[in-house]
């Protein structure tokens, strides 16, 4: 055995012993972090590029060498009965590995911590009594602050031990959650665990329901694939796409414990806002059907109504030789490029060169000899240009959807057979703008600005792409999503039942099929680990209407009182009291309301002397309670949550349906007990 294993567990204080090698890896860690910082690059550099690029590398190592205090280096011990080979388990007995959040090594290169990706690391989530994987004994240990305080031993094949839940995964899972999202890496299930190691080129959509983990192993998926493909990735990318920039700070702090930097994050309005400003808003019939699929085909066809047939030859003049392409055969060309279906923008760039090449198939036959650099200087002659501009005119896309948001007749023409009178007349401008830049553009706006770009020339593809709350995307922004992984592959993360735009998605094989990934496999996890079986219960009585059809979640935590529903007169008061009450209890307090409600609770908060945070602001210590407007709920989690005037909630929507749905997502987002105020009447379904 390696040196820094520990010997047999008959040691007298096997926690002392494991204390020690906690100890001993983060000195490990300590000192791989200053050989990194020691590195000398001065002689290996060639100029000062290299040298910066190479700097930049040595840092990036630096900041993932950091060494986490409250992070556990490793959560886990796996004995295996045989010495771990290249494919299988064989040969001496005894080969042990600690499993954590990255790969420690000593000065002999000796691993003292494996990470938790490794293949040698997958039996930790995978081996079971029925199938142990040539595991004898799988150690979990628990941690109180960062120090390492108990361990718990499963003898994975030995008959006489009984079977039994581990509390010290039980507790895990139940931690109170002080702080942004926590890794779920030491909790990882087994039906996890399959789709964190899914293969790279495959598409992945993840069903979940409230409290199944999916926003966690979407994040986990990332952090796996990195390791095992990071050359590829490195080169290609990879980006996180959040509702809302709450949400994203909320998870920002997962990826980086796992050792990972180098991922992007962004909602879809920042990817598709590069040209443009937000500064207006739609009407929900508006963002309907600027959202509906239909308007990629209004776009294309408004796009290529701008190519015009010649109805002149191009005369070149070259010297004292003039060379004469006739109309119907440069109209041939541009049949040509517009049944290939190429972006407008490379055939723009295309068809100066196809007239030229006729004019030097022209100067060959009268012998002479010409060469690129001729059809490049032909290309660029005015006689062509012009003719190009009059054909085949460039076309700014922000202007295109400009014209055909201000333009009656424009829109009507394109959109004819695809969009109804009524349609129509929902997203024309009452007040045209006069300009791009004096537009009030619209989220919806900016997504059809970047399909006409992405028409125009093709859209930077990443390797990999995961979309989180998905259910909320309209078909155009899927579209817009799915032209950054076009040739990667994509996580999608989401929950029909907590689909809360007027256009979510009805179903997972329609938002595939927009996300131009059909093919993709759909996984459903239906054991929720987070949510009180109570309350979980409770918010199902939604489902029926909301989602019918959809499994409820099945709750593994029993949590006997985790629910309260009280009807009050003095509704502002009865809040502040529950804050109270809540705040008695270790953990983040959350106290959702309607959007409308905020400003008055703020207000009798701040008279009762409680400091509110906003949605993805850390807790502290000092500061735990988190004003949250129920439109910013989604995807967040507290431990005890105060639930404000549920039919507030639900009025608060344009639709009943939709104001159950954000309902249905509020009554979800408490991890230990949820307590719901109301004064006014329940939503029936709730009775």
């Known amino acids: 055995m390696p040196a820094h294993e520990f010997e047999s567990d008959s040691t007298t204080d096997p926690l002392a012993h494991e204390r020690a090698h906690l100890a001993a890896s983060r000195a490990a860690l300590r000192a791989m972090r200053e050989d990194a ?11 000062w590029v290299n ?3 190479l700097q930049a590398q040595i840092d990036e190592r630096i900041k993932s060498l950091a060494d986490l205090a409250h992070t556990p280096l490793f959560f886990g011990r796996l004995d295996y ?26 000065a002999v290169g000796d691993p003292m911590v494996i990470d938790w990706r490794a293949p040698v690391s997958q039996p930790f989530y995978r081996a079971s009594r029925k199938d142990p994987l040539d595991v004898g004994r799988r150690r979990r240990f628990g941690y109180t602050g960062g120090d390492l305080t108990a361990y718990e031993d499963e003898h994975l094949t030995d008959p006489a031990e009984a079977e039994q839940t581990s509390k010290l995964l039980q507790a895990e899972i139940e931690r109170p959650r002080v702080g942004p999202m926590r890794d779920i890496v030491a909790t990882i299930q087994p039906e996890q665990d399959e789709i964190v190691r899914s293969e790279l080129g495959g598409t992945v959509c993840v069903q979940g329901g409230p409290g199944t983990g ?12 990195l390791y095992a493909h990071r050359e ?6 990879t980006l996180v796409v959040g509702p809302n920039r709450s949400f994203l700070h909320y998870i920002e702090q997962v990826l980086p414990a796992l050792g990972e930097l180098e991922v992007k994050q962004a ?12 500064r207006g808003t739609d009407e929900a019939p508006a963002a309907v059907v600027k959202g509906d699929a239909r308007m990629a085909e209004v776009l294309r066809r408004a796009l290529r109504s701008h190519v015009t047939p010649p109805t002149e030859p191009v005369m070149v003049v070259r010297g004292s030789r003039r060379w004469r392409v006739p109309a119907y055969e440069i109209e041939e060309m541009v049949q040509e490029l517009l049944a290939r279906d190429m972006r407008y923008g490379a055939a723009h760039e295309a068809l100066p060169q196809r007239i030229a090449h006729a004019v030097l198939v022209r100067m060959e036959q009268a012998g002479e000899a010409p060469d690129d650099r001729v059809q490049n200087s032909v290309a660029r002659n005015p006689a062509v240009k012009a003719a190009v501009k009059a054909i085949w005119p460039a ?21 004819e057979g695809l969009l109804t009178e009524d349609e129509r007349k929902a997203i024309l401008w009452a007040r045209p703008a006069r300009s791009v830049k004096t537009a009030k553009w619209s989220a919806a706006d900016a997504v059809l600005i970047d399909e006409a770009a992405d028409l125009v020339s093709r859209t930077h593809s990443l390797g990999h792409v995961v979309i989180d709350e998905a259910q909320d995307l309209s078909p155009m922004q899927y579209r817009a999503v799915g032209r950054r992984c076009s040739t990667g592959s994509a996580t999608v993360l989401g929950d029909l039942a907590q689909g809360t735009t007027p256009w979510s998605t009805q179903s997972w094989e329609q938002a595939l099929s927009h996300l131009g990934k059909a093919d993709a496999v759909v996984e459903e996890l239906t054991a929720g680990f987070r949510v009180p079986r109570d309350v979980i219960a409770y918010a199902s009585r939604l489902l029926p209407v909301i989602s019918p059809g959809l499994a409820p979640v099945e709750s593994v935590r029993e949590a006997p009182g985790s629910l309260s529903v009280r009807e009050v007169t003095e509704l502002d008061a009865a809040v502040v009291a529950a804050c109270e009450e809540s705040l008695t209890h270790e953990g983040s307090i959350g106290l959702i309301a309607a959007d409308a409600r905020i400003p008055a609770l703020a207000e009798a908060l701040t008279a009762a002397g409680h400091t509110c945070l906003s949605p993805g602001q850390e807790t502290t210590a000092e500061t735990r309670l988190t004003l949250v407007p129920a439109s910013l709920a989604k995807g967040l989690e507290y431990d005890y949550v105060v639930l404000d005037e549920p039919a507030a909630v639900v009025d608060g929507e344009p639709d009943e349906r939709t104001g159950l749905r954000r309902l249905y997502v509020a009554l979800t987002r408490a991890v230990s007990g949820l307590t719901v105020l109301h004064s006014a009447p329940l939503p029936a379904e709730l009775a």
């Open 37 to 47: 910082q020691n590195l000398d690059i001065r002689d290996v550099t060639a100029n």
């Open 51 to 53: 040298a910066a690029v």
């Open 81 to 106: 009965l045989h010495v771990v080979g290249a494919e299988e388990a064989e040969g001496a007995e005894g080969e042990q590995f600690y499993i954590g959040r990255r790969h420690v090594h000593d």
């Open 214 to 225: 999916k926003t966690a192993v979407g994040l986990h998926r990332v952090a796996y694939l």
């Open 232 to 237: 590829r990735l490195a080169r290609t990318g």
């Open 267 to 278: 909602t879809v309005e920042d990817l598709v806002t590069a040209q443009i400003e937000v």
């Open 395 to 415: 076309v700014d896309p922000a202007k295109l959807v400009l014209r055909l948001l201000s333009d009656a007749e424009f829109l009507a023409e394109h959109a």
